[in-house]
């Protein structure tokens, strides 16, 4: 029996209403309603609170295939019920990690993983090296991360990956930035499958204010993929028309170039 059937069956049992048992509890009925449609679930200190109201355990409450009735507790089991709470407890709040070391009073390392809850002071990871639902630090991994550096679902930083990214160097699925390298990129200089740049555009369609190299491309200075081109060819291209352009990122231009497909 799942959770919302139980709680239908306690508040019957004790002849409650939606409304009676929300005023007990202390919210509204239309929580209640959603607890018992299945379509939420209360919070751990609004479980405790059942528990006790109904006289049953936390346990049988939250646990699907225990069907007995846990309404009796003896002395003995008292014990064994502060372990479950406590186990309840650590599963609603997952895992969380401060480094005593600090560095200007920021954690060295700051870990936040929990399962419910995406942005929030709980879900928030802050530290020199941040790892949670969100990050932030300078060095970011999470689901939203910011960071000098990071990776993530949704990530913004002075180098960034992720699905979504945004920095001055940005990696990603969609990517914008003063670099920026993507399936879809947009940035002063961009590379991708689609990429539109303000001064060099790499990509299979490529859009640029000054240099474009592409299969489809439009620019003043314009190379064609052709049949192909290998990464010197494109290196040689770029270096006519933007002699001055830092060499790591000529390099990564010109790979781009020789990989459209």
Do not use: C
């Not at 929300?22 to 609170?49: F, M, N, Y």
């Not at 930035?177 to 990429?195: P, Q, R, W």
């Amino acid at each position: 029996m799942e959770f919302s059937e139980k709680l239908i069956t306690l508040r019957r049992r004790e002849g409650l209403s939606q409304e009676q048992l929300a005023d007990r509890l202390g919210v509204t009925r239309q929580s209640v309603s959603k607890w018992e449609s299945g379509a939420a679930t209360p919070e751990l200190v609004k479980l405790i609170s059942l528990s006790e109201l109904f006289g049953v355990s936390v346990d049988y409450l939250v646990k699907d295939w225990l069907e007995e009735d846990a309404s009796v507790t003896t002395p003995a089991d008292t014990s064994r019920l502060e372990a479950q709470v406590e186990d309840l407890t650590r599963y609603f709040r997952g895992y969380r990690y401060d480094s005593k070391t600090r560095i200007f009073g920021i954690p060295l390392v700051s870990i936040r993983l929990v399962r419910h809850g995406f942005i929030g002071r709980d879900s928030m990871a802050k530290g020199i090296i941040a790892i949670g639902n969100t990050a932030v630090g300078v060095v970011a991994l999470g689901a939203l991360s910011v960071g000098a550096v990071s990776l993530g679902a949704f990530s913004v930083g002075l180098l960034s990956i992720g699905a979504l990214a945004g920095g001055v160097v940005s990696l990603g699925a969609a990517s914008v930035g003063v670099a920026a390298f993507g399936s879809a990129a947009i940035g002063i200089y961009a590379g991708g499958v689609a990429a539109l740049g303000s001064e060099i555009a790499v990509g299979v369609g490529a859009l640029a204010g000054q240099t474009a190299v592409g299969q489809d491309a439009s620019a003043p200075n314009i190379l064609l993929w052709g049949t192909g081109l290998t990464a010197e060819q494109v290196e040689s291209f770029l270096l006519a028309h933007h002699p001055d352009l830092w060499r790591p990122l000529l390099r990564t231009l010109s790979f781009f170039g020789s990989i459209i497909k």
